[in-house]
């Protein structure tokens, strides 16, 4: 008779010849590299630092690809692209204390996004752990806490033999709904060590899924099937779980309109006769969502900028479908359903039943006429034409990254971002700096496929070292820059706020001859000539610049 605790796992002859192979030489670092390989990975970002060498010598000896950008936290920027494309859990390789607090508010901003990326930072050598104030270098207090409020969750290696799990561990958890970033720490002589330990062959590391509870997804189906007045809004969530399809289906099966958020850009199609498209920092688009009966929101927690910075008050009923659990009801009481938004979706397929609802399609053109309407007479035809000729020119499934920059918080309500996951900007977190490294990192996931960057002049001189990266791999991209001499925006805030503006006039370069220095081809353009000169630029293999200088103006607010 056999028994269950009887049974175990055989490893096949290919594993018992390389647990038997042990490699003279084998490190710490080289126990990362195979736990990463074994796990999928084939690219990682970051930069070498004193602690972190053992790592990156194991990088070099080992097939994976490794970019290295020119700053820490532009690394962190490329590796939250990267990740957000490919649906990867992104190694970020960092060294200690300078080097990795440099990457923080790039990992804030994957955390703000749900952006996977796995950052792997070297510590200084074990007898230094623990707050002893040896006095090594880069040496911190306590290096973790300083990442533990920002990334999604924090894993030490402090053996040799705890670096499998530990990185298995932090995979599984970046890439468990809600996505994130986590942080890997391994002392500097545990990189270094020579190890034991046979080559690592098989780790398991598989994300959860988060189902919905079928009880609360059945009265979700019956709210729904029975509202007068139902209406979607899609978040993130939609993007991240690939449910733009089931969206798709179910608003359709509701007759329900939908509205995307900043963050579910592309996961509804924007000439649909039920997109109300993404105006949601608007009055109009506030008043029709409260005027809702039933409101379904899928994979958004309804923050600040999705909810026209806090002045939506819904009066109807409110199911909220997220994976995040802190976000379920963190700014309405609603019907909460912790979920995948895929699976969430999916059971309310199967449950929801058809509505009749001839209207909805022209209450859908009356509000955007009136947002247009309310448009018309702001002199803001330049924004709307330069949005147009960028999606003229830019081809429908190219990725594109915007800076925090007055073009870009145009393109938040007004870009048809065509197909979900090609529109990403750094509204989660809102740090200067991310348009063009997230760009480097989308050209190195999906190479070939032509990609574009938006800055402003002030948001460009966080990134403008990676003009060497770019060249040095030859990445397939295209930055505009919109140089208005200045922090544009906040130019504008603090003029609106206070009657002028402090500290937001800029000194900056001739960014035309800047990119030429690095062997960048670069010229600048207008806006009569920005479609045929993105064309080009799009068109033409390896990374160029484009400078418009151009002092833009945003649409008047309606939260004030």
């Not at 990682?44 to 630092?49: D, E, I, Q």
């Not at 002030?458 to 991209?477: E, F, I, K, P």
């Not at 206070?498 to 960048?520: I, K, M, W, Y």
């Amino acid at each position: 008779m056999t028994h269950d605790h009887d049974l175990v796992l055989r490893p096949t002859e290919a594993q018992t010849a390389a647990a038997l192979a042990l490699l003279p030489g084998r490190t710490g670092g080289d126990l990362v590299v195979e736990s990463l390989r074994s796990l999928g990975a084939t690219t990682v970002f970051g930069l070498p630092g004193q602690h972190a060498l053992g790592l990156f010598d194991a990088v070099g000896r080992s097939d994976l690809r490794l970019v290295g950008l020119r700053t820490e936290n532009n690394a962190a920027f490329a590796a939250d692209a990267y990740g957000r494309l490919t649906g990867e859990a992104a190694p970020l390789l960092l060294s200690t204390g300078p080097g990795a607090l440099m990457a923080l508010p790039a990992l804030a901003e994957a955390a703000a996004a749900s952006a996977p990326v796995l950052a792997i930072s070297s510590q200084v050598p074990t007898p230094g752990l623990g707050g002893g104030r040896r006095g090594h270098l880069h040496e911190l207090r306590d290096q973790a806490a300083s990442f533990r409020e920002v990334v999604k969750s924090v894993h030490t290696a402090r053996t040799p033999s705890q670096i499998p799990s530990v990185i298995a561990e932090a995979w599984e958890s970046a890439l468990t709904a809600p996505h994130g970033p986590v942080w890997v720490e391994i002392p500097e002589d545990v990189l270094r060590a020579e190890t034991l330990i046979p080559q690592v062959t098989g780790v398991d590391a598989t994300p959860h899924e988060s189902a919905p509870r079928p009880e609360l997804t059945a009265l979700a189906a019956h709210w729904l099937s029975k509202a007068e007045r139902p209406v979607i809004i899609a978040g993130g969530g939609v993007v991240r779980a690939d449910a733009s399809g089931k969206l798709r289906q179910l608003a359709e099966r509701l007759n329900a309109p939908v509205v995307t958020t900043f963050g579910g850009k592309g996961a509804f199609p924007w000439t649909h006769p039920l997109s109300l498209q993404s105006w949601l920092e608007d009055r109009h688009m506030t008043d029709f969502l409260e005027d809702a009966d039933v409101l379904l929101v899928v994979g958004s927690g309804l923050g600040e900028l999705s909810s026209n910075y806090h002045t939506f008050f819904p009066t109807g009923r409110v199911v909220q479908i997220e994976a995040d659990l802190g976000k379920l009801e963190s700014n309405h009481p609603a019907l909460g359903i912790h979920a995948d938004a895929r699976l969430a979706l999916q059971a309310l397929l199967e449950t929801v039943e058809p509505r009749q609802d001839d209207a909805a399609p022209e209450r859908v053109r009356a509000l955007l006429a009136a947002i247009a309407e309310r448009l018309a007479p702001q002199d803001v035809a330049l924004e709307q034409q330069l949005l147009a000729s960028i999606r003229a020119a830019l081809p429908p499934r190219s990725p594109s990254f915007w800076d925090m920059t007055i073009l870009s918080y145009w393109a938040w309500s007004a870009f048809d971002a065509k197909h979900p996951n090609t529109m990403h900007s750094a509204q989660g977190a809102g740090g200067l700096g991310y348009a063009f490294p997230a760009a480097l990192g989308a050209c190195v996931a999906e190479p070939g496929t032509p990609v574009l960057a938006v800055s402003g002049d002030g948001g460009a001189m966080y990134s403008v070292s990676d003009l060497a990266t770019a060249r040095q791999h030859d990445l397939d991209v295209t930055w505009l820059i919109v140089d208005d001499g200045g922090y544009g925006i906040l130019r504008e805030y603090m003029t609106d706020s206070f009657g002028r503006a402090t500290a937001t006039e800029l000194t900056r370069p001739d960014f035309v001859a800047l990119a030429e220095s690095f062997g960048v081809p670069a010229a600048t353009t207008s806006p009569e000539t920005l479609k045929d000169d993105l064309e080009k630029a799009l068109a033409a293999p390896g990374p160029s610049v484009l400078v418009l200088p151009a002092t833009l103006r945003m649409f008047a607010p309606t939260h004030v």
